[in-house]
T-cell receptor
């Protein structure tokens, strides 16, 4: 298993601003994943972050809106840019393989 | 098009009785199925998984059943305990990728 720490755990932000979410893992991992859970919805994969290369984004998500950094094998950041109320969600960092995935506690973002 | 569906948004069960949470899927390429439990303000916690080549996996009070012909899986919790009250997510792993597709969750309430 992996222990994943996310910061901040929650934030309330003004529309038009940006928020960077940090994810720290207690072991080296090749891939890190960022998910979003909108109110009442399922978890949706935003992008996959590999160390040393650009993140791979899922359909409907773009780098300009959700830039991701992956400077080393234990850390990643997700930025939610130019926020609007529609970005109010829980954002989750995850690591895993094809049989198991582990999640951080999530960042609850409210955009006002 | 939702590939993983949890059609019951909520379920209430008496303590000591069996809880049955259901999940349906549409994609034949899923090779692993997982169940997660989520408490408020926490990230999803892995519970149990099952490979697509099996029809049952048991771990303590938790048993997952897979019916491939019906594209249906279920999580049985017996006996149910008040501490089991949480949102349960079904997730499916897409073979050949690192992608997990999640259902929308079922909120289980175990009544003392």
């Amino acid at each position: 298993s992996a222990v994943i720490s996310q910061k901040p755990s929650r934030d309330i932000c003004q529309r038009g601003t940006s928020l960077t979410i940090q994810c720290q893992v207690d072991s080296q991992v090749t891939m890190m994943f960022w998910y979003r859970q909108q109110p009442g919805q399922s978890l949706t994969l935003i992008a996959t972050a590999n160390q040393g290369s650009e993140a791979t984004y899922e359909s409907g998500f773009v780098i300009d809106k959700f830039p991701i950094s992956r400077p080393n094998l234990t850390f990643s950041t997700l930025t939610v840019s130019n926020m609007s109320p529609e970005d109010s969600s829980i954002y989750l960092c995850s690591v895993g393989d094809n049989t198991e995935a582990f999640f951080g506690q999530g960042t609850r973002l409210t955009v006002v | 098009d939702q590939q993983v569906k949890q059609n019951s948004p909520s379920l209430s069960v008496q303590e000591g009785r069996i809880s049955i949470l259901n999940c349906d899927y549409t994609n034949s390429m899923f090779d692993y199925f997982l169940w997660y439990k989520k408490y408020p303000a926490e990230g999803p916690t892995f519970l149990i998984s099952i490979s697509s080549i099996k029809d049952k996996n048991e771990d303590g009070r938790f048993t997952v059943f897979l019916n491939k012909s019906a594209k249906h899986l279920s999580l049985h919790i017996v006996p149910s305990q008040p501490g089991d009250s949480a949102v349960y997510f079904c997730a499916a792993h897409e073979a050949g990728t690192y992608k997990y597709i999640f259902g929308t969750g079922t909120r289980l309430k175990v009544l003392a």
